[in-house]
């Protein structure tokens, strides 16, 4: 078991203790653990010795040992036992936001709620109102939440997903039996949401495949089974389908079961023009096949650019292929430093030491550090007496850095009136000021998009951050009207952010690719609040590449010397 899914288990331990209102040390100390073991440098694997372990300050001698053998065995008789112990249900409301462990435990001791369809009902019925701590708009909060439950039901992060489906898919593509293998659907073409994983696989023997595909670990149901597809339920609740052609069919299956449902439709109408029939199962003219080896054959038919799975969603990528204009997408390797990450200072569990060493660890020349402001009280933002000393300290770390550099920056709040929360005289300090929203999201969208538009005006502007405040599967975006967001930011002469936390991904690419049309320059950050966090700035790229964005569209592929002199002119312009 890997680092991640063991800080998720030792999570989930201190959660099941406190649903059972056990000692409080006990919960506090594998909540403890999990944070320790996040906010450390060290790789786990099975070869990781305990002694290793207890070095880290928060994890104990018996919990370092538990490690170690979630390392090396993937399994925990304390967490399956109380796991088994406990109404699967409970765990299932945990996922209702603002509703914690205290108060499920609270609802199962008093009203026996075990699942959310019962808590439901019971907020239907008004049950809760009187109960201590609860009343009229805990329950209404309830409900709200009960229902964007149901309406992203079976929809998952791609980020929760890919790393399963990668594992899924290695073990497929490894077998002796299939010649060509692939993920196919919507994780293919990256979509930020997905609803299961399609594998498509080559192979002159289909039943071993489906043999091999239905009797995976990871499986916990197998839905259906056959000579050509295959279902199964994972035990992670996601679906995987695994559909298997000869080696001949593979390219046209393959592009078939990558879609969009919707690209799919517009290729084949276009081939009806050259008189061809398109499916999975090949092109045809006249009921004679066109032998294609690869997707890339098959565009080469129509005359056409490759088209990447990416930009299969039929929003102009088959005119766009037919001109010879398909962008070259910028790529993974192209970034050359991170913006927007929160360190201990405000709401971060990482210094800027570990931010600065762990970004040198990946490659990366500079960074820019951007802690919560002080209206992000919540997140411990950061007072106007504080500022000094937290300038002091990126100028010290500086002082110490050899071909690196960390630029200061700040996340600045927006207010409702649209000012920011900052002076003037506090603001020139940074070198960039990213603003954002985190509070009243319900103006209508007239009032938004001025709040906004005005903050955009302001002279030390330089990134607008997640410009629609969506969570993903969790809150819809506040009203707000992108294209004339993205029309001021060309006007005001500020970048947008492309928020690369898988629960953002904000902004969209739907919307991205007009911003590119319009001229208007992109950063690509991880928004990071953990070690962890800041390798999500990868996820972000899935989302410019699904925008049609280029290299020279990212201001963060600059390398060190040009993003300063950009920094600074940008700065200076606006001054």
Request: with cysteine; aromatic share 8%; charged share 30%.
């Amino acid at each position: 078991m890997g680092k991640k899914e063991i800080i998720k288990l030792l999570n989930e331990i201190s959660i099941i203790y406190e649903m059972r209102d056990e000692n409080f040390f006990k919960i506090r100390a594998y909540a403890n653990a999990a944070r320790a073991l996040e906010m450390s440098d060290i790789d786990i694997n099975k070869s990781t010795p305990a002694a290793e372990l207890k070095k880290i300050k928060g994890i104990g001698t018996h919990i370092a040992e538990q490690i170690k053998a979630l390392a090396e065995t993937g399994s925990l008789k304390l967490y399956e036992d109380l796991k088994n112990s406990t109404p699967p249900g409970l765990f299932e409301m945990m996922k209702i936001p603002k509703l914690g462990p205290k108060k499920i435990k609270y609802l199962y001791d008093n009203l026996e709620i075990t699942s959310i369809g019962e808590l439901e009902y019971a907020c239907i019925e008004n049950k809760l109102l009187n109960l201590p701590n609860f009343g009229q708009k805990t329950q209404e909060n309830i409900l709200k939440g009960i229902e964007l439950l149901n309406r992203f039901k079976d929809r998952f992060l791609f980020a929760n997903v890919i790393e399963e489906a990668q594992k899924l898919h290695t073990k497929i593509a490894n077998s002796p039996f299939v010649i060509r293998s692939s993920l196919g659907g919507s994780i293919r073409r990256k979509n930020e949401i997905v609803k299961d994983i399609d594998i498509v696989a080559s192979t002159k023997n289909p039943q071993e495949v489906m043999n091999l595909f239905t009797s995976v670990e990871e499986a916990e149901e197998v839905i259906a089974k056959g000579d050509t597809k295959s279902s199964i339920r994972l035990k992670s609740q996601v679906n995987a389908d695994i559909r298997t052609v000869s080696d001949s069919q593979y390219p046209y299956a393959l592009h078939h079961f990558t879609g969009s449902k919707e690209h799919n439709t517009a290729m084949r109408s276009m081939a009806k023009k050259f008189n061809i029939k398109m499916n999975e199962y090949g092109l045809f003219n006249d009921d004679k096949l066109i032998e294609c080896k690869s997707e890339e054959e098959i565009f080469r038919v129509f005359a056409m650019d490759y088209i990447p799975p990416e930009l299969r969603e039929n929003i102009g990528e088959i005119e766009a292929a037919k001109n010879k204009k398909i962008p070259k997408l910028v790529d993974v390797k192209d970034i050359k430093g991170l913006f927007h990450f929160h360190t201990n200072r405000s709401d971060g569990n990482m210094t800027l030491q570990q931010a600065c060493n762990e970004s040198k660890k990946m490659g990366f020349k500079y960074c820019g550090v951007a802690d919560h402001s002080k209206t992000a009280s919540y997140a411990g933002g950061i007072r106007d007496e504080d500022i000094g000393s937290y300038l002091d300290e990126i100028d010290l770390l500086n002082s110490k850095q050899k071909d690196f550099k960390i630029f200061k920056g700040i996340e600045s709040d927006i207010l409702s009136d649209g000012n920011l929360d900052y002076p003037d005289e506090i603001l020139k300090k940074f070198d960039f000021v990213i603003i954002a929203i985190h509070s009243n999201f319900n103006m209508s969208q007239k009032r938004m998009t001025e709040r906004i538009v005005r903050a955009m005006s302001s002279k030390h502007s330089t990134i607008l951050a997640h410009p629609t405040g969506r969570l993903l599967l969790a809150r819809d975006p506040y009203d707000v009207d992108i294209i004339e967001i993205i029309d001021a930011a060309l006007e005001y002469k500020v970048d947008l952010e492309i928020n690369a936390s898988p629960f953002r991904l904000d902004l969209d690419w739907r919307a991205c690719k007009y911003a590119k049309e319009k001229g208007v320059k992109i950063f690509i950050n991880p928004d990071a609040h953990s070690i962890e966090g800041l390798y999500e700035y990868r996820f972000g790229v899935n989302t410019a590449q699904k925008g049609w964005l280029e290299k020279e569209d990212v201001i963060n592929t600059l390398p060190l010397k040009e993003i300063a002199n950009y920094l600074k002119n940008k700065k200076d312009l606006k001054s």
